[in-house]
């Protein structure tokens, strides 16, 4: 019986649209260089102000995925 082992990796990641799109682009961003992600964990939302105006949303996340035998 093989053991699973998972890492994590930490991810910033920012939208002019929403926190939804904001932890969009930050997975698709991931699986570029990570492979076997099984899951994400949002630890951080938040807002870039300017001008009294919504800039960015901004998450802080985490990327769980599975480490290669």
Known sequence: MSERVARVSEVIAGSTVSFDDAIKKGLKR????????????????????????????????????????
């Not at 899951?39 to 960015?56: A, L, S």
């Open 30 to 69: 991931a699986t570029k260089t990570l492979r076997n992600i099984v899951g994400v964990k949002v630890k951080e939302f938040r807002i870039h102000v300017e001008n009294d105006e919504i800039e960015e949303y901004r998450v802080n996340m985490e990327i769980i995925f599975l480490l290669e035998e």
